[in-house]
């Protein structure tokens, strides 16, 4: 029988982390399950640790480390507490691959240990490769490390892909379902509520990528990933509004030939597939039925209203630090907008100052991403 695959979930306690737990226990005789690890939700990194029966926890807010490891001290269960503690447990021996479902920058370190320690890399935080894409795809292809696209898009483009990485791709299209507020035009756009930016109209996602979904930035991130993820030029990716959410991505070939992988939205599909690559393991989830879908949909993308959208193919054509700047600028601003300071509406005109503001680095190190996402973040909150 083949040796179980030791998994790290980054991540576990969020929306992808969840469901990342879901598709394991399905498969117990397939996964190890190695490392789980949080920001701050305690009680819930508790309870998966005492269901799961994990090698080691994390939880990253240093204040909660009695509490988890007082839970835990009877399982067996090694406890760490702290940021750092995440990048150091990525790299035992047990891990074969790591899972990165956490949310925002604080992917990046984390990943790039997994990746100096050669783990392969399941990637959900998209941000690691919007802030450091350069840096990140030359240390994977150093260290002989395969990134595995969870992302729903990126997965259907990989998919597509399989069996013809030999092939030239001449242009991908990223699918979008506009969000909650397709079809608004700027001035509409001026009043929507936090509520309304908070219910996507097909997928249950964590605030940061729901809200990023609302302001079309989730499909600008998701630009600059396929990038990197797959090696294309700005011009090779183009964006469609697909409300339907059933095509999930596009590949066009050389001969003009298209290939679109589809099904119904639902996250565990990607999930479990960047867990199995090259396998498909058969699933209970639904299936798709064209009956209740006679009509599948496509629109331009409205970069005019959507600001976002264009911002992210500027900051990709500018290349160097101004795809982190972009991030650093939008992570501070979705906060300040989930925190009532500032309107919808602001988060793309802070992120589009904060751009026009901090100097582009070219080539930079990891210390220059560092410190350009920082100077970023403070100039995005003097602007409220
Ligand atoms: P959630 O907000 O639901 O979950 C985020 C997870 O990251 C939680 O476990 C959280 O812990 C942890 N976390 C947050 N901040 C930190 C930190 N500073 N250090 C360590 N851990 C942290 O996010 P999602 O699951 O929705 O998204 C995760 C990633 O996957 C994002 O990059 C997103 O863009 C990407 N993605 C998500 C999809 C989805 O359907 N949700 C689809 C495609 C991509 P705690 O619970 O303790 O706060």
Known sequence: MEKKKGVAILGSTGSIGTQALEVLEVYPELFDLQLLTANRNADLLIEQALKFKPNSV?????GQYEKVKEALWSADIHVYAGSEAICQTVEAAEIDVVLTAMVGYAGLKPTLSAIRAKKSIALANKETLVVAGELITKEAYENGVNIYPVDSEHSAIFQCLTGEFHNKIEKIYLTASGGPFRGFSAEELTK??????LKHPNWDMGAKITIDSASMMNKGLEVIEAKWLFNLKPEQIDVIVHPQSIVHSLVQFEDGSMKAQMGLPDMKLPIQYALTYPNRLKTDF???????YPELTFEKANTKVFTNLQLAFDALKSQGTAAC???AANEESVKAFLDDRISFVDIAK???KVLSKVTNIL???FEDYVSIDRVSRRIAREMW
Do not use: C
Not at 58 to 62: R, W
Not at 286 to 292: E, L, V, Y
């Open 192 to 197: 929507v509520t936090k509520a309304q930016a």
């Open 325 to 327: 700047t972009l991030n």
């Open 363 to 365: 080539k930079p190190s």
């Open 58 to 62: 994390v939880i990253a807010d240093e």
């Open 286 to 292: 639904p299936r798709f039925n064209f009956m209740d």
């Open 350 to 352: 802070i992120n589009e």
